[in-house]
């Protein structure tokens, strides 16, 4: 029998951590139907890939992204695809669009992962034909999907869905029994239809969007012990993965979340849990996060961290950053909508005053550094600012507060002054030592939020490059093997999904990667238009030459940075069920 592709002579690594090797890979049927170190009859095959001097590993899993809305009107998802992630999780958060309606998906989206309001009610108002987990999934893969997707069930959905927006948002407001039954059940579908667990969310600093209940925190963060119990029983019963977000100002709700993936007297919870991170704020808060995953799961736990592998930069425009929502200040001005409204309290000297004694606290936990000399402007109409810091522009002002003189740019310039700044994983050396911890998980991206704001969607091949550049220098810290199953096999193992390995008889998700292109491309700012947000310039990543073939089922996705014609005629990927349920078969989709 001929094959539908063969890849020759490229570095075969299997996903597994073990050994690679030069291979020659033969496809047929969407799956890998051999691997050979003596070449492959090609006869009569349409398809015949020069992979000398490649890498020829699984497709990349991306554990955390935002794409609940993206999906439904654009689900090739090829800002991802483009980079070699096959495998995309969506549901993160808490947040998900399988009960909720428009309007309610709207509200929880738009504020807290800064996706555009009223795109989110278009496009679930237009789009929504389900109305429980297994009907998602089948609207899903009625989709010409790029990629495999899969899911948590967000507990804000759930609770919205059952309780309305308003009650799930006030603390004095409890579910009566049938209403968490009725959770429960939503749950149970949800784990039944083949999602992945239910993610959750105890972040003080999410806040919702819209105008009923604006300026709330997420419903799931209103839960308490009883509901939160009997929700994580369920997962516990099913051995399927709580993703959750601790609340970081009272630090022993972290400690309490890893320590409830013990399972004392009862199955442990598998834990994946928001996330580790090398501080600026904090620089010695990584030494006990890592401590802790290292203890719970020497005692038997299942509990892990989400990591991103390579430094956390932000850009804003004016003062549009979540950072922001952590302080009171902050807060406040991201509260209000309108533009003159929020300018007129950025004038008050009062809230100036409150914004500064908020930038000047040493004390409690935080996301953000708060240090405007180490924020540098980036474009501005008034060109003389463009490259330095928002405290450098203070000094040169005859010594303005630098909370003083960020205000007035922004006063000044509004959404027109982008800047810039790092706020976690700036030291090379720990990144190398956090990679190397086997309690965390590798893939923290958020694609498909924030879209102004970071582009994290080629950090795999960021991480390859790091691990092939140490190893050229003499100081390894991972092989590219164990770098590989980090990003793919070991990931699918844990959430038992059908991903993430390239051996004969598993699916042919795979991507080509010329190693010789893991260069500063990878690091370079660009910006693509979003034709389903109505043209919306976001942040994306654009090093084409270093991916030479995606693959997702058999069928080649993208080459040579550029998408196939396959790609949004065809569906490629499907819902990768729990417990390595086998995926459907893709199927042609007429669009």
Same mark, same amino acid.
């Given at each position: ?380 109409? $008034? %060109? /003389? ?6 405290? !450098?522009?203070? +000094?040169?002002? @005859?010594?303005?507060?630098? #909370? ?114 893991? $260069? %500063? /491309? ?6 693509? !238009?979003?034709? +389903?947000?109505? @043209?919306?310039?976001?942040? #994306? ?51």
């Amino acid at each position: 029998m001929t094959f539908d592709t063969v890849v020759e002579n490229g570095r075969w690594f299997d996903g597994t951590g073990g050994p690679s090797a030069i291979r020659n890979i033969g496809i047929r049927d969407g799956r890998v139907a051999a691997v050979s170190p003596t070449p492959l009859d090609t006869d009569g095959c349409p398809n015949v890939i020069d992979a000398q001097g490649k890498w020829v590993m699984p497709g990349i899993i991306d554990i955390h992204t935002h794409y609940d809305a993206e999906v439904l009107a654009a689900p090739t998802l090829s800002e991802s695809l483009r980079h070699g992630v096959t495998t995309i999780v969506m549901g993160s958060c808490s947040l998900s669009t399988v009960h909720v309606d428009a309007g309610e998906a709207a509200d929880l989206f738009g504020r807290v992962e800064a996706i555009p309001h009223e795109h989110v009610v278009r496009i679930v108002g237009e789009r929504k034909t389900w109305n429980n987990a297994q009907e998602y999934i089948d609207a899903l893969e009625s989709l010409p999907l790029g990629p495999n997707v899969t899911a948590f069930i967000g507990h804000s959905d759930v609770r919205t869905a059952v309780m309305g927006l308003d009650r799930a948002t006030r603390k004095d407001v409890r579910p009566t029994a049938a209403e968490l039954a009725r959770m429960e059940r939503m749950l149970t579908e949800a784990l039944d239809a083949g999602f992945i667990g239910m993610s959750s969310q105890q972040l003080l600093f999410d806040k919702i969007d819209g105008d009923t209940c604006r300026s709330r925190t997420l419903p799931s963060t209103y839960a308490k012990r009883r509901e939160l119990t009997r929700l994580k029983t369920l997962l516990r019963r099913a051995g399927r993965a709580l993703q959750s977000g601790p609340d970081i100002t009272h630090p022993q709700n972290i400690v309490s979340q890893a320590l409830q993936s013990l399972g004392i007297r009862r199955p442990l919870l598998k834990t994946s849990l928001l996330a580790a991170a090398d501080m600026k704020s904090a620089p010695g808060t990584i030494w006990l996060t890592s401590g802790l995953a290292a203890f719970v799961n020497r005692f038997g736990g299942d509990f892990r961290f989400q990591h991103l592998p390579v430094p956390f930069e932000v850009y804003a425009d004016g003062i549009d950053l979540v950072v922001f929502e952590e302080f009171g200040a902050g807060a406040a001005a991201l509260h209000l909508k309108d533009e003159v409204e929020r300018n007129e309290l950025l004038r008050d000297e009062n809230y100036r005053r409150q914004f500064r004694k908020d930038y000047d606290s040493k004390f409690g936990p935080r996301a953000w550094h708060r240090d405007f000399f180490d924020a540098e402007i980036v474009s501005c109409p $008034d %060109e /003389s600012v463009v490259g330095k810091s928002f405290g !450098e522009v203070g +000094v040169e002002r @005859g010594g303005l507060h630098p #909370v003083d003189a960020f205000l007035d740019l922004v006063l000044e310039h509004g959404t027109a002054i982008r800047w810039r700044t790092t706020i976690s994983n700036h030291r090379p050396e720990m990144l190398r030592r956090l990679a190397q911890m086997k309690g965390l998980q590798i893939g923290f991206s958020d694609a498909g939020a924030h879209l102004r704001n970071m582009a994290f969607y080629n950090s795999g091949l960021r991480l390859l490059r790091h691990v092939r550049d140490a190893a050229n220098e003499g100081r390894p810290f991972l092989s590219i093997e164990q770098a590989v199953h980090r990003l793919t096999g070991e990931l699918a193992d844990w959430y038992g999904i059908d991903a993430g390995h390239l051996r004969v008889g598993d699916w042919a998700d795979l991507v080509v990667i010329d190693p010789e292109r893991l $260069d %500063e /491309s990878l690091d370079s700012y660009h910006e693509a !238009e979003i034709d +389903v947000y109505d @043209g919306l310039s976001r942040m #994306v990543n654009r090093n084409d030459a270093t991916v030479k073939s995606v693959f997702v089922s058999g069928r080649e996705v993208f080459r040579d940075g550029r998408p196939t014609e396959v790609l949004g005629r065809e569906r490629t990927g499907g819902f990768l069920r729990a417990d390595a349920q086998p995926r459907n078969v893709p199927v042609p989709i007429s669009v």
